[in-house]
C-alpha cells in the first residue's frame, strides 16, 4: 500500500528533545525505542486515532514543532475530545495565518458548524489536500453536492481512508453505484489491518450500497454476520430488521427484533428502538 502525505519530500516530520530522549516522528516504517530514542511513525498514531487513545495522540503531537496539517488536526481533535481545546487555541492563535485559520476551520467541524468550516477553509483547501477534505465533508453535510465532490476530489492526495469512505458516500447519496464500490475498495485498501472501526464503517457501507441495490439477501447475511461481534451498531446503522422488511418479510423482521430484545449486549435505551419498530410493524 502506497502512502501519499502532504509534504513528500520530508520524511521526518518533526525532532523535539525531551531531557536525554529524542522522539522523532516518521511518516513511514516500523516504530521503536532505544535508550536514546523513540521513533513514532504514522503508523502508531493511526493504531492510537482508532482505538480513540487520544490522550496518547495529544501528550505526543503537543511539543512537536512544525507539524503538517495531518498532526495539526490531530491534535486538534485529540484536543477536542478530552477538553483541552483551550490549551491549544493560544499557541494557534499565535502561529501564522494559514494554521490559525485551519485551527478555527476544525474547531467549527468538529462543533458541526459547517458554514463555518467553509468560510475558514475554502481557501486553503484549493491548496491543500486536508484542509480540502473537511470543505468537501462540510460542503457534503449542507448538500452542496457539486463544491463537495470538487473538493473532495482535491483531498485524495491525503491518500487515507477516511477520504475515499466519504467520497464513496458520495456516490451513493448521487446513486452512482459503480462508483461508490469503487471507492470505498479503495478506503478498504488504504486501511491497516488493525484499523477495525474505519474497517467496521467500510463493512457498513458496501452493505448499504447492496441495499441501494436491492440485493437484500446478500445485505441480511453480510449484517447477521456484522451484528454477532457489534450488535448495536449494526441496529443502529444496517438493521437486519429492517432489511427484511424491505425485502418484503416483515415476520422474519419481527423474529429478528424479537431475539434482538434478548441480546444482552443491547443497551436498554436501544432495545426502546427496537420495540418501537416492534410496536409499528404489529400496527400494519
Do not use: H
Not at 516518521?26 to 513514532?40: A, C, L, P
Request: aromatic share 14%; with cysteine; hydrophobic share 40%.
Amino acid at each position: 500500500m502506497i502512502k501519499k502525505y502532504i509534504f513528500p519530500l520530508i520524511l521526518i516530520i518533526s525532532i523535539i528533545e525531551c531531557t536525554s530522549e529524542k522522539i522523532t516522528i516518521k511518516k513511514t516504517g516500523i516504530g521503536y525505542s532505544t535508550k536514546d530514542e523513540t521513533v513514532i511513525t504514522y503508523k502508531d498514531i493511526r493504531k492510537w486515532y482508532d482505538k480513540k487513545d487520544f490522550e496518547k495522540i495529544y501528550d505526543t503531537l503537543i511539543n512537536v514543532e512544525d507539524k503538517n496539517f495531518f498532526l495539526d488536526y490531530l491534535l486538534i481533535e485529540s484536543a477536542y475530545n478530552i477538553n483541552r481545546i483551550k490549551d491549544i487555541e493560544p499557541i494557534y492563535l499565535k502561529e501564522k495565518e494559514n494554521k490559525k485559520t485551519f485551527f478555527k476551520g476544525i474547531v467549527s467541524f468538529l462543533n458541526r458548524e459547517y458554514d463555518k468550516t467553509i468560510i475558514y477553509l475554502k481557501n486553503l483547501g484549493k491548496k491543500e489536500p486536508v484542509p480540502a477534505y473537511f470543505v468537501g465533508s462540510a460542503y457534503l453535510y449542507t448538500k452542496d453536492y457539486p463544491m463537495a465532490i470538487g473538493y473532495l476530489m482535491l483531498s485524495v492526495e491525503w491518500d487515507m481512508p477516511w477520504v475515499y469512505f466519504t467520497i464513496a458516500n458520495f456516490y451513493l447519496i448521487k446513486n452512482d453505484i459503480k462508483k461508490a464500490y469503487e471507492y470505498i475498495k479503495k478506503a478498504e485498501d488504504a486501511c491497516y489491518d488493525f484499523e477495525e472501526n474505519i474497517l467496521l464503517d467500510i463493512k457498513i457501507k458496501n452493505i448499504e450500497i447492496l441495499v441501494s441495490e436491492e440485493k437484500y439477501e446478500d445485505a441480511a447475511t453480510l449484517a447477521l454476520n456484522i451484528y454477532k461481534k457489534y450488535p448495536e451498531k449494526v441496529i443502529l446503522y444496517i438493521d437486519p430488521g429492517q432489511i427484511y422488511f424491505l425485502q418484503g418479510n416483515p415476520e422474519k423482521a419481527m423474529n429478528f427484533w424479537k431475539e434482538a430484545l434478548n441480546n444482552n449486549e443491547i443497551r436498554n435505551s436501544i432495545k426502546e428502538l427496537i420495540k418501537e419498530k416492534i410496536s409499528l410493524l404489529e400496527k400494519k
